[in-house]
């Protein structure tokens, strides 16, 4: 199938090309505009109790709101707060009323409730339109509080800076704003330049980046016509992702393409022939691999959390898209360019290196494939090991902040005034099980809450809770000790929710709202997402492999590697930030990113070697030769590319803060695992080790019939390439 494709591509190219640039500009001029969402339902599902206890707040008390940031106050002497200050402080409040800062919805003046104890401090709370939260506006209105109210306090002793929500959001913003840029350059030269000096040309360093351009534009047309169509939530982070897996698929699958185009041409094909065998002999890779990671993305739509089922799709489209570029356009670009101009000036490309060093690695792992299994499976078990002392932190503003951020002072200054969790406190919400109407029992109101302040992770239950209009509900506020973000925190919900709930009165329920809240629920739902999602997701690239390879034995092996390969990653990181670093835990969804990026992606890695092998299997070789010339042909593709897709997630190290250090490190450690260890090693010395049994119940060592089978054994130099 994939050699009558290359025919087709080769003689129709022009065509081709011109198909793809109409198509993809149409797509994007056409498709619908959407809007990221920023409900909070749709981050977590309805039957969550803090999703339950939000539309409970917002239907007994729409009054009441969650502030989006706060203005802190103290003395620039940094002594009490005196009589004068407070009424600056009233001013200044009203000021801020008064100018109307964009999205700012209502502003609390402090009070004596909001001073700290010791009287240094002072806070108000501001409303911020929460429908914004994922928009720059959101931020801005920060930046428009700070920039007024430093105005409103000047010609006092009063020093005003503002935190929170908002304040964090810009202050992020400004801290990474050219972080995007760095990590797209960066990855930009490192295809560049490593695959330029690889086929040693000019524009074949730029073809896997120009080729990128056209399945990006198609992908974001066709994921808006989806998403409009099937009324799928659209994330906003979705797009900065699907560049990367773009470029990072996309780069893989031209390497896999040109490595085979260069050998044909090597053993005498000319260029149309090279490119249309190129694509017959890889082809099946390519589309397996690309079913593969389509699989690993689009699962997520079983996911529990939001964000992950508006990604699944759309990074499943962008893959599906690539994968498409890849078997026609490129192809197509490489018949139309002469051979002589695409590797330009290099003049040794047609020579195959004698005695390289991946014909050396294949003659190591096929003479001595059980070592080689022993020392390539024993690494990543020892890794894997490592990652037993994995401990998962939702602090994200910690790790994504530099600590003279201002949003970051204000904290350290809340902290120190008041407890961590001032500034974010937790409501616990007692209502009326009855539908009918019933009133709570006033009089067990007080008891309630006494047993709350029980809980060890509280600081403080307000005095004076809140009961509703109709008088079903009241709302108990929760200072908890801890920052809202903090494991502590989490930790606290998990025991705050078990007293409220043993301690609601007789007919009535008791539910827990806030930030902390919704984490503790975050984090059972990715607790089911691990026991669904990653196993089905297994099993369909389980069942990928079975119908590619047409083999029971050998995908269960690629998967026991693939598995190896994720706990690994996560051992490794675990080590370098938890045990060597000082680290207190690393970012909640770093195993999300693992899955999406080294499982996903780097199984690409292993289906090339193993089709590799099955090739040289069912062209009659041995076992042990088979996996000798497998790493001696597509190990430098798997080097290559593997070396490419690491140093690019590696460029994330370079935004300056621990979040994107944590995250770069792991998908680079972990992509480097999948190419250098489970592909170029664990996998050849495995399928060398069982032998024909790797291919049962195929006959992977009969050769092979049809056109796809046409062509040299070994490959022997041409001396001139007609172009």
Known sequence: MFHRLGHFVVKRAWWVIIAWVVASFALVSFAPKLSA??????????????????????????????????????????????????????????????????????????????????????????????????????????????????????????????????????????????????????????????VGAIFRGVLVGWLPVLLSL???????????????????????????????????????????????????????????????????????????????????????ILSELGMFTALGPALAISVIVTALASLTLTPALLAVIPAKATFWPGRKWMEEPTGARFHKLGRTVGRRPGLVAVLSGGLLLVLSLAGLGYQGTFDMAKSMMPKDKESMVVMDSLSKGFSAGAADPTHVFLSTADKGGAKLDAAALDGFGAKLGQVSGVATVAPDHKVSEDGTTADFVVTLKDAAASNEAIDSVTELRSTAHAAAPGGSEALIGGTSSIYKDINLAMTHDYKLVF??????????????????????????????????????????????????????????????????????????IIARLREEAREGRSPRKAAEEALRHAGPTVAAAGFILAASFATFMLA????????????????????????????????????????????????????????????????????
């Open 535 to 608: 196993p089905v997701a297994g099993l369909l690239i389980l069942l990928i492999l079975g119908l590619q390879l047409r083999s029971v034995v050998a995908p269960w092996y690629l998967m026991a590697s693939v598995g190896l390969g994720f706990a690994a990653t996560l051992g490794a990181t675990t080590v370098a930030f938890l045990k060597i670093g000082s680290e207190p835990g690393l970012m909640f969804m770093l195993p999300i990113f693992i899955y999406l990026f080294v499982v996903a992606i780097g199984t690409d890695y292993n289906i090339l």
């Open 37 to 194: 969402t920023t409900d909070e339902a749709d981050f977590l599902p309805k039957h969550y109790e803090s999703i339950r206890a939000a539309a409970l707040q917002e239907e007994k008390f729409p009054a009441e709101f969650t502030p989006g940031a706060i203005l802190l106050f103290e003395r620039t002497d940094g002594g009490a707060l005196t009589d004068t200050d407070k009424a600056d402080m009233a001013k200044v409040t009203q000021g801020l009323t008064d100018k109307h800062v964009k999205l700012v919805e209502q502003i609390i003046p402090p009070s004596d409730k909001s001073t700290s104890k010791d009287g240094h401090y002072a806070m108000s709370m501001v409303s911020i339109d929460k429908t914004k939260m994922q928009t720059d506006e959101y931020g801005e209105a920060a930046k428009g509080l700070r920039t007024e109210g430093k105005k409103l306090t000047e010609g006092t002793a009063l020093k005003f800076q503002v935190g929170g929500q908002a304040a964090m959001a810009l202050d992020q913003k400004e801290s990474s704003s050219a972080t995007d840029m760095i990590t797209m350059l960066a990855t930009v030269v490192l295809i560049v330049v490593i």
């Open 214 to 300: 056209l399945p990006m534009i198609a992908a974001s047309g066709l994921i808006s016509f989806v998403t409009d169509i099937f009324d799928l939530k659209s994330s906003p982070i979705a797009s900065a992702i699907q560049i990367v897996v773009i470029l990072g698929v996309g780069t893989d699958y031209f390497l896999f393409l040109m490595f085979r185009y260069r050998e044909r041409l090597r053993a005498g094909d000319d260029r149309k022939s090279a490119v249309a065998n190129g694509v017959g002999r890889v082809g099946e890779a390519i589309a397996s691999a690309a079913g593969a990671v389509t699989v690993a993305f689009a699962v997520l």
């Open 656 to 723: 300056g803060n621990v979040l994107f250090a944590e995250l770069g490190f792991a998908l680079a450690i972990g992509i480097a695992l999948a190419a250098f260890v489970m592909a170029m090693f664990f996998t050849p010395s495995i399928t060398a080790l069982l032998g024909k049994k790797a291919w049962w119940p195929g006959h992977g060592a009969m050769p092979d019939h049809g056109p796809e089978s046409i062509g040299e054994r070994e490959p022997e130099p041409a001396g001139r390439v007609r172009s």
